[in-house]
């Protein structure tokens, strides 16, 4: 616990470091570079717009320059002229124009790693990822210029970007693998003994806590069809599946939504979805689940998004009927995208489960927070924290020695850290630790585990 605090302090300290010199302006670079005659002649160029002109100029010099410090605005030219070189070929020559968008895209990436607080790269990076039709991405990056204050009309212009690209949307997916090592797969309490009337009893077949190595995977898609020019039906599926070396532990839901999806105004959109999941345990079906849910996202203001989600599903089980009933979920979350680099993120909400045993019945609160600042050097870091509350209904005798009912609190702590720096077709290897304990009145109700996960995350 006392590690895990001291790890989100850390992200804290980094965060209030990253406040007090993030938004210092860059001098104009007077490099050696900046003032080659041919880095000169391309920067009139690509003020006349002749961009293939310039960029003949500008490529061999990007080249042989790899590894300077001072070839900033080389990149910049580079990746800006290739953007625009980009827009001027004909349809017909789709394959030239991604080769351009790649290169823009490849140029300006080098530039952030070092420099991530360069607002003007991160808009024309944004740009290229539009031009590229990866919305998920160009949105991303566009956001995070809005945080850096920009002047009115380019707050205008990346506005229409955004509506643009909201209005084009129509295929959407996802997917992701990464290797997850556990102290404590099952979640399961390491105590042997149960007390009864103050007497000690042992637990038949005890094997307490199990480690692991797993790998999980994920993915899912989505369609959006329009219906209207505010109105679209959504239609999509995802998977998840975790895997571990005893397959009593292995854990698979699929899930399917379908409904209508309104845009009420600029700044608000909400969907009405039909839903149903399946969940399976060590290979054989668990559950399964029939509701809807209610989805609402609004910009409250150029850096500050809210969503909020209201799910109701009635569950049957297979084998262990007295579980089943219904449960409900709501939850308000925010991301805040303080300053091009730093982005802060929390939510809170509650949950109700009304299976038909009135002992499993249940009532919880949750609240998180958290932030990610990219760093120089490529370095991009994390924290976490989560608080969970779980009352329930019911008698839990012998669990609960007077016969009372039972109560949970369960502390999540994570950090994380990747390398901007280290991608594979765009993915980054992502390191995340997590540690989890709950504690509970209920004997052999509490846990404590510690994961983590190698994952690969889209980005730039």
């Known amino acids: 616990m006392k590690k895990s605090i001291l790890l989100i302090v850390c992200i804290m300290l980094l965060a209030l470091a990253h406040l007090t010199a993030g938004d210092a302006v860059a001098a104009p670079s007077q490099s050696h570079l900046s003032s080659d005659p041919k880095v000169r002649a391309a920067r009139g160029l690509v003020k006349q717009r002749r961009y293939f002109e310039a960029l003949k100029l500008l490529g061999p010099i990007a080249r042989e320059s790899k590894g300077r410090a001072d070839r900033t605005d080389v990149l910049f030219l580079y990746g800006l002229s290739a953007i625009e070189a980009s827009r001027r070929l004909p349809p017909a020559k789709a394959k030239e124009r ?7 895209v490849s140029s300006l990436r080098v530039i952030l790693i070092e420099k991530p607080a360069l607002v ?6 944004a740009r290229a990822f539009f031009y590229k039709n990866e919305d998920d991405l160009s949105r991303r990056h566009f956001d995070r210029v809005l945080a850096g204050k920009p002047p009115k009309a380019m707050v205008a212009n990346i506005n229409r970007f955004l509506r643009i690209m909201r209005a084009r949307r129509r295929w959407s997916a996802h997917f992701g693998f990464s290797i997850a090592p556990d102290t404590n797969i099952g979640a399961v309490s390491d105590s042997e003994i149960i007390y009864i009337y103050d007497l000690p009893f042992r637990r038949n077949n005890f094997e307490g806590e199990n480690s692991g190595l797993g790998f999980v995977f994920w993915g899912g898609w989505e369609y959006q069809h329009p219906l209207g020019q505010r109105l679209r039906l959504r239609m999509g599926t995802d998977i998840s599946r975790r895997e571990y070396e005893e397959s009593r532990f292995d854990q698979m839901t699929i899930s399917f939504h379908a409904g209508p999806r309104w845009w009420i105004s600029p700044n608000t959109e909400m969907s009405m979805l039909a ?3 399946q969940r399976r345990s060590g290979g054989f079906v668990h559950s399964h689940e029939f509701g809807g849910r209610f989805e609402v996202e609004h910009r409250l203001t150029r850096r500050i998004r809210l969503s909020g989600r209201a799910s109701l599903h009635e569950r049957d089980y297979e084998r262990d009927k007295h579980f ?3 449960h409900l979920d709501l939850a308000l979350v925010g991301s805040w995208v303080l300053t091009p680099t730093l982005q802060i993120r929390g939510g809170f909400g509650y949950a109700a489960e009304n299976p038909e045993s009135r002992t499993w019945r249940n009532r919880s609160r949750w609240g998180r927070l958290g932030a990610s600042i990219a760093l120089p050097l490529g370095f991009t870091v994390g924290g976490n924290a989560e608080l969970r509350a779980t009352d329930y209904q019911g008698n839990w005798f012998p669990f609960v020695s007077d016969n009372s009912s039972r109560e949970d609190d369960v502390r999540i702590f994570s950090v994380s850290v990747f390398n901007r720096a280290f991608t594979t077709f765009g993915f980054s290897p992502q390191l995340i ?4 304990e709950r504690e509970s009145n209920a004997q052999l109700y509490d846990y404590k585990r510690t994961r983590a996960e190698l994952r690969f995350v889209r980005q730039f």
């Open 324 to 326: 089943e009933g219904s």
């Open 120 to 125: 003007r790269v991160r808009l024309e990076l």
């Open 275 to 277: 839903s149903v999941r």
């Open 98 to 104: 991604t080769a351009l968008l790649d290169a823009a």
């Open 433 to 436: 630790v997590v540690n989890e």
